[in-house]
């Protein structure tokens, strides 16, 4: 059974820092780009970071860009991202994606941020 399982969620005050991570069991990702999104209350689920398979070329939401950092350990399985200057508005579930033959989905981690 493929699993992607996110921790290192949790509450931090504004302009701390968390760093999440994603395991993937089951099968490997490592030919596979990897990706977070996040979704917030009542909002839609929106782009947050992606990274390719070789862990060389990453790109950020806007939102997000100069504050986080995307990486991976593909000796590992896993994909992490690193969040630094948090703010409220970065409150939200937050999910691991692996781009393979299909999408394959973790169940989130709850990151929030008080002001």
């Known amino acids: 059974q493929v699993q992607l399982v996110e921790s290192g969620g949790g509450l931090v005050q504004a302009g701390g820092s968390l760093r999440l991570s994603c395991a993937a069991s089951?099968?490997?990702?490592?030919?596979?780009?990897m990706a977070w999104f996040r979704q917030a209350p009542g909002k839609a689920r929106e782009f947050v970071a992606h990274?390719?398979?070789?862990?060389?070329?990453?790109y950020y939401a806007d939102s997000v860009k100069g504050r986080f950092t995307i990486f991976r350990d593909n000796a590992k399985n896993t994909v992490y991202l690193q969040m630094n200057s948090l703010k409220p508005e970065d409150t939200a579930v937050y999910y691991c994606?692996?781009?393979?033959?299909?999408?394959?989905w973790g169940q989130g981690t709850q990151v929030t941020v008080s002001s």
């Open positions: 990274i390719d398979w070789s862990g060389g070329s990453a």
């Open positions: 089951g099968r490997s990702f490592r030919s596979a780009a």
């Open positions: 994606n692996a781009k393979a033959e299909i999408d394959y």
